[in-house]
């Protein structure tokens, strides 16, 4: 790549979550090779990577909210330069008519649209003038002359239909699951040795189906004979109604709610017996992947793409339509499951998968030069 590339990465916010945490990984990979990210944000907000972006000499624009188109594009014309960047990188559908038609006035032809989530499922559960605005930006879309890649082929599909699109792999640095040194230790959470610790990574949105998983975990604790606990990392608009959940169910000396961390790779290797993953859709489900690399059993739900399923010795798929007794029943089996794969071999796999992202940056470097 020429010296002083950029590349500019459109995202909501960058908070922390599984996109903005993957291009933050990124970041840090392409550094040595001369790569530069700025981003353009639709909101005024403080980020959580906002601090970290600007010592990597990155910038933050704002695009204007999508919700307006008008505002989003006029605003992009006057914040974002001309002639300045190699390549746009789109991570969101909503208002993604404006936005590429702002930066094909500003002269860019290098403009990639990345699917990270099952298009569908957004969809169905939109209002009505939201469905109507998501239909109008994929419409567009799929005539537009752009670069299209997506997570996972049920993503791609699901965004772009007939339309031929390349699957590059959001992967992860699993560098730092090697040799972890940690003080990190049950008694930190006022968990006992005995307890057995289930844990989940994921914000707060219906899509997570966080209170799902808490009737999962009320009827563990109320039928077996075993003491658990269960961590839940991340934030988002449903943490409260979830805390009352617990509350209500005199689950709070059972639950620990963690919000956000930066050592959730500690938490999975020194803390978790057991990760649990009830989606009701993933456009891919990296954090399932971050555990299998943990060498943990996972059980899951068939609404996470096959391609997130790495280790198949450590995952079980079930279909939430089955009801929670059904789950409660295959947890206790699932977690004393014998010859699983050690932890060492699991994080040997999982090295040697797609989902290191040593093995997709430069997929990502051709596409960003490439015309």
């Known amino acids: 790549m020429n010296k002083g590339t950029r590349v500019l990465h459109v995202v909501y916010s960058m908070n922390l979550g599984g996109i903005e945490s993957w291009l933050m990984s990124l ?10 990210f700025d981003f353009l944000v639709h909101t005024k907000e403080s980020g959580y990577f906002d601090e970290e972006i600007k010592r990597l000499r990155g910038e933050i624009y704002y695009a204007g909210h999508f919700k307006n188109p008008i505002e989003n594009y006029n ?27 702002a930066f094909k006035k500003l002269g860019y032809r290098n403009i990639i649209i990345h699917a990270h989530n099952d298009f569908q ?7 009505y003038l939201e469905k109507m605005f998501l239909l109008v930006n994929k419409t567009y879309l799929n005539k537009a002359k752009i670069k299209r890649i997506a997570v996972s082929v049920k993503s791609g599909k699901s965004l772009f239909n007939n339309q031929a699109f390349e699957c590059v792999n959001v992967g992860k640095d699993f560098t730092e699951y090697v040799n ?4 990190i230790k049950r008694s930190d959470f006022n968990i006992d040795e005995k307890d057995v610790v289930i844990t989940h990574v994921g914000r707060f949105f219906d899509m997570k189906n966080h209170l799902f998983l808490l009737s999962i975990f009320a009827q563990l604790c109320e039928s077996s004979l075993d003491s658990f606990k269960l961590l839940l990392i991340g934030v988002g608009p449903l943490q409260s109604e979830c805390k009352k959940f617990v509350f209500d169910n005199d689950l709070t000396n059972h639950v620990r709610f963690l919000d956000l961390r930066q050592d959730v790779h500690e938490i999975l290797i020194k803390l978790t017996d057991l990760f649990i993953f ?3 859709h993933e456009g891919l489900g990296l954090a399932m992947v971050e555990a299998q690399a943990a060498g943990l059993p996972v059980i899951c739900s068939k609404g996470i793409p096959d391609e997130a399923i790495v280790i198949p010795e450590l995952v079980m798929a079930l279909d939430l339509e089955q009801g929670t007794d059904y789950w409660v029943g295959k947890v206790m089996s699932h977690y004393r499951k014998a010859n699983k794969p050690s932890k060492i071999i699991s994080l040997k796999m999982v090295l040697e998968s797609k989902f290191n992202i040593k093995n997709s940056v430069n997929t990502l470097m051709k596409l960003w030069t490439r015309l």
């Open 121 to 127: 499922q957004k969809y169905v559960k939109a209002s």
């Open 180 to 183: 972890v040194k940690s003080s």
């Open 27 to 36: 970041y840090k990979m392409v550094i040595p090779s001369n790569i530069a």
């Open 75 to 101: 605003t992009i014309l006057k914040n974002v330069k001309r002639d300045y960047y190699s390549a746009i990188h789109i991570h969101n559908i909503e208002g993604v008519m404006a936005a590429n038609l």
């Open 278 to 280: 009830p989606s009701k």
